[in-house]
T-cell receptor, first 113, second 112 residues
Framework: AQSVTQLDSHVSVSEGTPVLLRCNYS??????LFWYVQHPNKGLQLLLK??????LVKGINGFEAEFKKSETSFHLTKPSAHMSDAAEYFC???????????FGAGTRLFVKA | DTAVSQTPKYLVTQMGNDKSIKCEQN?????MYWYKQDSKKFLKIMFS???????INETVPNRFSPKSPDKAHLNLHINSLELGDSAVYFC???????????FGAGSRLTVL
């Protein structure tokens, strides 16, 4: 069975400060893990993807995530937040083939000027 | 040149009506999906088709009927609409081995 838990429903940061969005997962198999971003009134866009290659994954817009098997975590980070980063972020776990894809509940990121 | 396009973007209708949402992808993907996003932003898969065959059918009322005339299209028809059907419906596609979903912009359904 698979599951994904996003530990914070809301995160608020100031522009220029680091971002940390936390995600824990559970999977019976070696999972594929993803982060997607959803800007207001838009569809979801892939930020980055982990599929058992390097444990530190770099994505678009300066985001990265580290896969930690011992902690079953896949936290998303960015060194310096920008106003345009304000959005909803989803952590996702998937089996091979994508047929069983589980979305986390989402974390809303607020960026203050 | 939109990758996954869905129409209409907005749909407002009365309870009891029947409505359809269309989805088309031009990425050459072999798998298409419908997701429902509720007011709390929670995303839940409804259906998945691979090469026009239904492979995932989550616990969805049978008022919802997907139809895939070909690999590039997956339409969603909803009969006897209820208030609780109000949500944003997202179409997505993927190539099976890649696992990455490409989403449409969403169709916001409001049932009055």
């Amino acid at each position: 069975a698979q599951s994904v838990t996003q530990l914070d429903s809301h995160v608020s940061v100031s522009e220029g400060t680091p971002v940390l969005l936390r995600c824990n997962y559970s999977s019976s198999y070696s999972p594929s893990l993803f982060w997607y971003v959803q800007h207001p009134n838009k569809g979801l866009q892939l930020l980055l993807k982990y599929t058992s290659a390097a444990t530190l994954v770099k994505g678009i817009n300066g985001f990265e995530a580290e896969f930690k098997k011992s902690e079953t975590s896949f936290h998303l980070t960015k060194p310096s937040a920008h106003m345009s980063d304000a959005a909803e972020y989803f952590c996702v776990v998937s089996t091979t083939g994508g047929f069983k894809t589980i979305f986390g509940a989402g974390t809303r990121l607020f960026v203050k000027a | 040149d939109t990758a996954v396009s869905q129409t209409p973007k907005y749909l407002v209708t009365q309870m009891g009506n029947d409505k359809s949402i269309k989805c088309e992808q031009n990425l050459g993907h072999d798998t298409m999906y419908w997701y429902k996003q509720d007011s709390k932003k929670f995303l839940k898969i409804m259906f998945s088709y691979n090469n026009k065959e239904l492979i995932i059918n989550e616990t969805v009322p049978n008022r919802f009927s997907p139809k895939s005339p070909d690999k590039a299209h997956l339409n969603l028809h909803i009969n006897s609409l209820e208030l609780g059907d109000s949500a944003v419906y997202f179409c997505a596609s993927s190539q099976v081995e890649a696992n990455v979903l490409t989403f449409g912009a969403g169709s916001r359904l409001t049932v009055l």
